[in-house]
């Protein structure tokens, strides 16, 4: 069992830059792949960013490639995201989730409440 707690959104300015956290309890967080997804209002749920057990492989997809990076810290039991050059379109909840680095989100096991990252323009 994995419980997953993110922090760090909140409102920004167009171009600004945020990190999100996502902090794991359980002993087993190294052993899990690990994703970020977002959702926007009126949209379905879509896959931002992934990476492997060891942080040795991450995974994009558009448009968070050139402007974000995940990448995690076992010892700490987090995961991050850090998100430059924001914009309004990024507007969403972030749910950090645990189990894959699949685009779909059925694949994932486990899942944050998520956090609100809000980009004016």
């Known amino acids: 069992q994995v419980q997953l707690v993110e922090s760090g959104g909140g409102l920004v300015q167009a171009g600004d830059s945020l990190r999100l956290s996502c902090a794991a309890s359980?002993?087993?967080?190294?052993?899990?792949?690990m994703g970020w997804f977002r959702q926007a209002p009126g949209k379905e749920r879509e896959f931002v960013a992934a990476i492997n057990w060891s942080g040795t492989t991450t995974y994009y997809k558009d448009p968070a490639k050139g402007r974000f990076t995940i990448s995690r810290d076992n010892a700490k039991n987090t995961v991050y995201l850090q998100m430059n050059s924001l914009k309004p379109e990024d507007t969403a909840v972030y749910y950090c989730?645990?189990?894959?680095?699949?685009?779909?989100?059925?694949?994932?096991?486990?899942w944050g409440q998520g956090t609100q990252v809000t980009v004016s323009s």
């Open positions: 989730a645990a189990g894959s680095t699949d685009y779909n989100a059925y694949k994932y096991h486990y």
């Open positions: 359980g002993r087993s967080f190294s052993t899990y792949a």
